[in-house]
């Protein structure tokens, strides 16, 4: 088969060398080994990540290095560096301490992108916490599900988001300490009786500070990621993660010690956490936080006002670049920038070709989900690149492609992408569902839950998802999660949620709604249900379109056939149908 093939140009100017392994590097788990030395760890052979992003730089001739450009939604910029970060998150370790948090706790944020959220996670890994960030753009009812799934004992916020949790709080009395940090708030509004205000506690707060002694399988971080049945489930990472992360920092986003990097996902999500904290931190690389949304202008504007040279983004963002015009990105100097990449989504090759003569390279797909913790399937900054494919294995990654029966098929063979299991940043564990985790693994391999085929030379090419979860702007959503929020409207009686593929979010939650008696469709109904779920879930989440039906297909034993549901929607063959409940 012919590819096309795109070489990364080469511009003027010293370039750095790729950090790639030597050719034939081993593909075999030693070469974690080897990264392991270049790592600090702590005395007595204990790792932590906090220490390994912040502290070790900070002990070292980065001190005063630039860790973190904040820029805030107003136009506010602040700086931090590695010894600031210390510093603060040393402080709020202490405030743990001082309200008894003990190691293996855990502590979640719901939080804009401030610096607080920074602070507060290296704080809170420092004394061993497991921390667990929530996508701020929630509503109530997906913040008290991971809340009370988790156990959380403490809960880190600031006003505007206390406010819209708040009817839920009650009805998670594990929650010990709600502190609410005042960044921006501008409607600060005195704090609720018996919260705590991040700065008073901070205020006091002493700074010396003896880090927790966390080996490498202790749990540190915490993500939900969402299933077809079920509530979402929360994927556990070690501190061993931070091997891997560190690496592909190095490897695949070709991080080098001048680089300004800039992430642009949400902590919320695992590639905000991974690669918005922990990869450009451990490689001791300046990067951009910056806390506004989606805006083509203001984010040209961030790649020229900070010098960004290595940008990581997802191809919904490229999308809309494209949408906004080939013209906007011509009033800005984008030409500090020397690598970027995407992730979440499949990066169509149409997206590769509009950036090449707007950015003068290729953006580089690279391939990982929740539970690899980093990235495994990419295209190196000094690979060929084939528009469309996510690219090949990392060095010490073996990944297969297998039949239904979960044996290897050869190259050209579409079947499930299943990883050997052993690396570094691998999940752990589901929080408290070891079943389901041991459900992912099947005959030696992990299965990825994603369809792929390899081709004859080693480039992996995404296919579409083995289960009905929903992938909306690079965000996976549960249609079991979608559909419970639903049944809980007065009206509803069944809710059957499906992708709706789309051209700029690949997908949208599409919700078929059968109503209770005494309801009568109509556009004000559809109206209220769609303010309703925006208000409990998020906008993002939320049913982008309701249509209401009689009553909903079903199988025998009563399951929701989503599957003859998005059929009916694509005009696709319904497939087998002899499960289906006749009405
Ligand atoms: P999450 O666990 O939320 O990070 O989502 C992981 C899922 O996003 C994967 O299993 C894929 O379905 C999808 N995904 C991530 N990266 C890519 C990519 N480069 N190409 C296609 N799909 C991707």
Known sequence: MDYQVIRK??????????????????????????LQEELSWLPGGFLNKAHECIDRHALGPLAGKTALIWEGKNGEIETYSFADLKRESDKFANVLLSLGVEKGDRLFMFMERVPELYIAFFGALKVGAVVGPLFSAFGPDPVRDRLADSGARILLTQPALRRRIAEVLPDLPRIQHVIVANKGSRDAEPLLAGDLSYEDLMST????????????????VMHYT???????????????????QYATGKWVLDLHEDDVYWCTADPGWVTGTSYGILAPWSNGVTQVVYEGGFKASAWYEVIERHKVTVWYTAPTAIRMLMKAGAEVPKHYDLSSLRHILSVGEPLNPEAIMWGLPVFKQPIHDSWWQTETGAILISNYASMDIRPGSMGKPIPGIQAGILDDHYNPLPAGRDGHLAIRPGWPSMFRTYWSDPEKYNSRFRKGWYITGDRAYCDEDGYFWFLGRTDDVINTTGHLVSPFEVESMLLEHPAVAEAGVIGKPDPLAMEVVKA???LKDGYEPSDQLRREITGFARKKMAALVAPREIEFLPSLPKTRSGKIMRRLLKARELGLPEGDTSTLEED
């Open 9 to 34: 140009p080469k511009t003027e100017g010293p370039q750095p060398e790729p950090q790639l392994p030597a050719p034939g590097a081993s593909c075999d788990g030693s070469i974690w080994q080897a």
């Open 205 to 220: 707060a002493p700074v010396e500070l003896e880090i927790a002694k966390t080996n490498m399988f202790d749990h540190s």
């Open 226 to 244: 969402s299933g077809t049945t079920g509530k979402p489930k929360g994927a556990v990472h070690c501190h061993q993660a931070i091997i891997q």
């Open 512 to 514: 078929f709604v059968a």
